[in-house]
C-alpha cells in the first residue's frame, strides 16, 4: 500500500491584508506586561510575573520577546525637573535660514549639544524644529538664548514659548 501526498499551497495575504501595526499582534498577557511595565520598570520578574499571571520564566521570555522586537526600546528612572533644579519648561520654535539637507544635519548635530535639551523634532507648519528645554529658571533660559541658542547654525528665527503650567507630560504610552 502507497501513501498519497498531497500537497497544499497557501496563497500569501494581500498587502492590504498584512497587518502593519506591531500592537495589534500582542496579546493580552504582553499588553498586560507592557502596562505593568510602563508604571514601574523597577518591579523584578517574579513580581512582574505574578500580576499578570505567568510563570516567572514565561514572564522573563515575553519581556526579552518584547524587547527584541524594539517595543521595549530601554527601562530608565524618570527623574522629577522641579527636585532636579530644571523647573521651567520652554518650548522653542525655530525656523532655518535655508532648507538643504546639509543645514539640517549641521543645526540637529549643534541641538543635540544644548544643555537641557529635552527633545527635538522637525516639523510641518510655521516652523521647521520644536525642541523642548529645560531649564533652572527665566534668568537661566535667557543665559541659554543669548549665548548658545541665537548661535545655533543656520537658524533664521527662534520662538520660545514659556510653559505656565503642565496639564499633562507622561512617557506611557497608550495600549
Not at 519648561?89 to 539637507?101: A, Q
Request: glycine letters at 4%; aromatic letters at 6%.
Amino acid at each position: 500500500m502507497s501513501a498519497t501526498k498531497i500537497r497544499t499551497t497557501e496563497k500569501p495575504a494581500p498587502a492590504s491584508a498584512v497587518n502593519t501595526d506591531p500592537l495589534q499582534a500582542l496579546d493580552r498577557i504582553d499588553r498586560a506586561i507592557l502596562r505593568q511595565l510602563q508604571t514601574d520598570a523597577s518591579i523584578s520578574n517574579v513580581a512582574l510575573a505574578a500580576k499578570v499571571k505567568l510563570s516567572a520564566p514565561a514572564c522573563l521570555r515575553r519581556v526579552e520577546r518584547l524587547k527584541e522586537s524594539g517595543l521595549i526600546r530601554g527601562v530608565v528612572a524618570l527623574i522629577d525637573p522641579k527636585a532636579a533644579g530644571a523647573g521651567m519648561l520652554v518650548i522653542i520654535g525655530v525656523v532655518l535660514d535655508r532648507s538643504t539637507p546639509e543645514s539640517f544635519a549641521e543645526f540637529e548635530k549643534a541641538a543635540q549639544k544644548v544643555p537641557g535639551c529635552m527633545e527635538c523634532h522637525v516639523v510641518t507648519g510655521e516652523f521647521d524644529y520644536f525642541m523642548t528645554v529645560r531649564t533652572r529658571d527665566s534668568d537661566s533660559f535667557n543665559r541659554l538664548h543669548a549665548e548658545q541658542l541665537l548661535y545655533l547654525p543656520g537658524v533664521r528665527q527662534i520662538r520660545s514659548f514659556m510653559v505656565l503650567k503642565e496639564i499633562l507630560s507622561t512617557t506611557r504610552f497608550p495600549l
